[in-house]
């Protein structure tokens, strides 16, 4: 398998528009504070300044700076001047029968990816995408399909977290506190378009915006980040963000999961595994997810389920049995009902929590493995698939 690419030369700058304004929206806390010295902020003030301008941008949603009222008209214009306040916009919106939203976002260069809310009883979870496609061609997934153009930036990975609280109206009310009721988007997880740890550093700023408690204010336990197996980033997961951790695994067999999950030829199953064992003591986390994609005749053998449980013995675990989300072309069938009831019943047997994921947003193509940005949609024909998965 060919190295990764580079982050640095997949993503674009942060500034929507060449020779355009900087952008607030992305920066760290240390970035803003940086910014604004060099735009003008005595550094006496900038501290504070840093702290205000931040609250109106993550605390109230605040796009505009003339409404940043404890702030002094001359330096509002200052800002207005010097900065801009942009997100990616929100080209569609569509909305399932079982209340799942699926948003299409178009970035900087016109470029389109999809996050999808995912409303449930007392919780919302947010799927935020990382990349526009994907680099590692996962042959049952549809994303997988999609060749990657390039990486997104921090602004745009905190931006469709910002573009939900919009549509949920998430935001409080001019002139009143934030609101302290239970909330609609109260999760994320960082399982859209692409590989989160092949554009770590992005992702990383991102979610401490999200998790900072004088913004959006989300615990670190309620962001999950999922990664197919990118071995070396995972320390560095634990040691930089500290969010829940899932890993797609969907194979007991190195051969196996050579086929479904590429990235194994370079770190295999031993070599995940051993990363995974130190990651809950490292993050304080209490256990790691295992995403196991059921498809028939595939994986799904209750020797497959036997052999799993043997693998993750001594890691603090939790395993989601997925039923296989079909999409145009697709290699795989989903695994009979009763065959994942069997699978997952040997799986509590030995121990472990192992629930059954409903699907969610299937009539609008918004289930697990199968976003793909609708300009980027090619219809490929299920040989040729199934020929690249070495089927």
Not at 198 to 214: K, S
Request: proline share 6%; with cysteine; glycine share 8%.
């Amino acid at each position: 398998m060919a190295a990764p690419i580079t982050p640095d030369l997949l993503t674009v700058p942060r500034t929507p528009q060449e020779g355009g304004k900087p952008n607030l929206i992305g920066l760290t806390r240390d970035g803003l504070r940086a910014a604004l010295v060099a735009a003008g902020t005595p550094e006496r003030q900038a501290n504070m300044r840093t702290g205000q301008v931040w609250q109106w941008l993550y605390q109230k949603g605040v796009r505009d700076f003339a409404e940043m009222t404890n702030l002094s008209k001359a330096y509002r214009a200052l800002l207005a001047e010097r900065f801009e306040i942009a997100l990616p916009e929100v080209v569609s919106r569509q909305v399932s029968a079982d209340g799942t939203r699926k948003y299409l976002v178009r970035c900087a260069g016109g470029h389109e990816v999809e996050t999808v809310y995912i409303p449930e009883e007392g919780r919302g979870t947010l799927c935020v995408s990382s990349q526009v496609g994907c680099t590692l061609t996962c042959s049952f997934c549809h994303t997988g399909t999609q060749k990657l153009v390039r990486n997104l930036t921090a602004a745009e990975i905190v931006g469709q977290v910002m573009l939900a609280r919009d549509d949920l109206g998430e935001w409080p009310a001019p002139g009143r506190a934030p609101k302290d009721e239970t909330r609609l988007l109260s999760n994320i997880v960082l399982m859209g378009m692409g590989e989160p740890l092949y554009n770590f550093e992005a992702v990383r700023d991102a979610m401490r915006i999200v998790m900072d408690p004088e913004g959006i204010s989300l615990s670190r336990r309620r962001i999950t980040l999922s990664t197919s197996g990118v071995v070396p980033e995972i320390a560095r997961t634990a040691e930089e963000i500290g969010c829940l951790l899932a890993v797609s695994f969907h194979a007991t067999t190195d051969e196996v999961r050579d086929r479904l999950v590429p990235i194994n030829r370079r770190w295999n199953i031993a070599a995940l595994l051993e990363a995974l064992r130190a990651y809950p003591r490292l993050s304080n986390s209490e256990r790691i997810t295992f995403e196991y994609v059921m498809l028939d005749g595939v994986n799904d053998s209750d020797a497959d389920a036997r052999r799993l449980c043997k693998l993750i013995e001594g890691i603090p675990a939790k395993i989601n049995l997925i039923p296989f989300n079909e999409w145009p072309g697709a290699p795989y069938r989903r695994s009979p009902a009763a065959r994942i009831r069997a699978f997952a019943t040997i799986v509590m047997k030995a121990g472990y929590a192992s629930p059954i994921r409903t699907p969610r947003g299937e009539d609008i193509l918004a289930a697990c493995g199968q976003l793909k940005s609708a300009t980027e949609r090619g219809r490929r024909s299920r040989a040729s698939i199934a020929a690249e998965a070495g089927l």
